[in-house]
Antibody, heavy 127, light 109 residues
Framework: QVQLQESGPGLVKPSQTLSLSCTVS??????????WGWIRQHPGKGLEWIGH???????YYNPSLKSRVTMSVDTSENQFSLKLNSLTAADTAVYYC???????????????????WGQGTTVTVSS | QSALTQPASVSGSPGQSITISCTGT?????????VSWYQHHPGKAPKLMIY???LRPSGVSNRFSGSKSGNTASLTISGLQAEDEADYYC?????????FGGGTKLTVL
């Protein structure tokens, strides 16, 4: 059974860059029908999709965050990562890494939802 | 403001049925059958309950069902149980992005 585990700092200063990693265990990140992504939840608010990446390197980002987001994948380590720059207090949230299952050609051909989630890591942006 | 609109809260008594709505547009929910529903108990990871509008992953109770009409999707939980009390989120995939609703808090009275 595939499991995801986030790692990264719990406290980051404003204007700095947040770097989070997600380790995939129990399965390979090199599956064509999976996209590996990040979802966050602000305190007391709903879920917000940040974006996802395919092991081939194709990325899709939330248009509202696109200018500040970079995702990457390390197939040798079975990990994927998130960088979010120019942080403000509004980026304080619980960050989940997640697996979205799609068809092997495109999520627009078939989309089966987020079937695996990490436990989430709390990130606070404060000086 | 979330991309998809859900009621903030719903409630029901044990054994009853409840329905949570999720309204989008003709570009997302109305365009594709890629609606998913998630159950989220605070402090835990969300859990996929429904995908492709009305399909249940293995292990999810058949008390949970989903449907869609036009730009609105719905999640129905029948035979409410105490453990169903949680936050529920709808989601729709469209044009290279995944949208979420604002979430609905289900209270089992």
């Amino acid at each position: 059974q595939v499991q995801l585990q986030e790692s990264g700092p719990g406290l980051v200063k404003p204007s700095q860059t947040l770097s989070l990693s997600c380790t995939v265990s129990g399965g390979s990140i090199r599956r064509g029908d999976y996209y590996w992504g990040w979802i966050r939840q602000h305190p007391g608010k709903g879920l917000e999709w940040i974006g996802h990446i395919h092991y081939s390197g194709s990325t899709y980002y939330n248009p509202s965050l696109k200018s500040r987001v970079t995702m990457s994948v390390d197939t040798s380590e079975n990990q994927f990562s998130l960088k979010l720059n120019s942080l403000t207090a509004a980026d304080t949230a619980v960050y989940y890494c997640a697996r979205e299952r799609c068809s092997s050609t495109s999520c627009l051909d078939s989309y089966y939802g987020v079937d695996v989630w990490g436990q989430g890591t709390t990130v606070t942006v404060s000086s | 403001q979330s991309a998809l609109t859900q009621p903030a809260s719903v409630s029901g008594s044990p054994g009853q049925s409840i329905t949570i709505s999720c309204t989008g547009t003709s570009s997302d929910i109305g365009a594709y059958n890629y609606v998913s529903w998630y159950q989220h108990h605070p402090g835990k990871a969300p859990k996929l309950m429904i995908y492709e509008v009305g399909l249940r992953p293995s292990g999810v109770s058949n008390r949970f069902s989903g449907s869609k009409s036009g730009n609105t999707a719905s999640l129905t939980i029948s035979g409410l149980q105490a453990e169903d009390e949680a936050d529920y989120y709808c989601s729709s995939y469209t044009f290279g992005a995944t949208l979420f609703g604002g979430g609905t808090k289900l209270t089992v009275l």
